[in-house]
């Protein structure tokens, strides 16, 4: 922690919490028991998160490619999320946390929307950190409806294509007012984005831990960030470049 510079911290970190069910396997246990011990670790997280300082933190909770798990496991993993949000609702707003969700949420049965409606808009005027659920959420779907509603803008004369930049994809997407992650953190070894904010991670530095979701502590983001800030980030330039323009090089 000593090391850590506090006023270089990377303003959106991705999580990708992966190996609940490798963690509970190792022990003889249950799934449920991993994603049990997931979601407290998404607590414990949540909250270091906040006493650093980190502005905005998106965790994918649940893909669109989930729904396809057993059906047991879809209930566990919706039952988590609702008491999730219910028992933390308080420390999100003592802590000045604004809670948001991305993805097709209509989905979800609904006592866990109306629970996550309900934190989303108590904690809408939160300015400390905002935390960024991906659930029922795909890159690849998000995406193609933002593509979608280009195109239906283009046909009501908003604009013609030739005006369709990035900086105009990037408003139809779910993370239009947020910085793009400059760190994502994949836990439990896989090195794969797995249709988490393809589009958003064009230059996002990637850090990959064979620690299992569960056991990622503290210490274990400690760890992530300080690799953070020895990377040299040039967002496809030269060194040079970067330096004269004044780019974040961390
Ligand atoms: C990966 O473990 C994790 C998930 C599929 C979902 C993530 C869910 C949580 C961390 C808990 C609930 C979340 C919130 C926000 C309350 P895995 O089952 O893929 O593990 P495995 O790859 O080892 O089988």
Known sequence: MSDLDLR???KHVAIIPDGNGRWAK???EER????????????EIVTFAKELGIQVLTIYAFSDENWQRPLQEVGILMDLLKQYL???RETILKNKIQLRAMGTID?????????LKKTIELSSQN????????VSYGSRSEIIQAIQKISQDVLKGKFPPEKIDSALLSQYLYTKDLPDP????????EMRISNFLLWQMAYTELYVTPTLWPDFSREE??????????RKRRFGLTEEQTLSHGCDTH
Do not use: C, W
Request: proline share 5%.
């Open 182 to 189: 400059d760190l994502l953190i994949r836990t439990s070894g």
């Open 26 to 28: 190792l022990r003889s």
């Open 127 to 134: 300015q400390e950190m905002i935390l960024n659920f991906a």
């Open 86 to 88: 219910i028992e933390e």
């Open 107 to 115: 989905r979800l049965p609904a006592p866990v929307l109306e629970e």
């Open 221 to 230: 983001f400690v760890k992530a960030l300080l690799e953070y800030q020895t």
């Open 8 to 10: 270089r911290l990377p």
């Open 32 to 43: 449920t028991l991993g994603h049990v011990r997931g979601t407290t670790n998404v607590k």
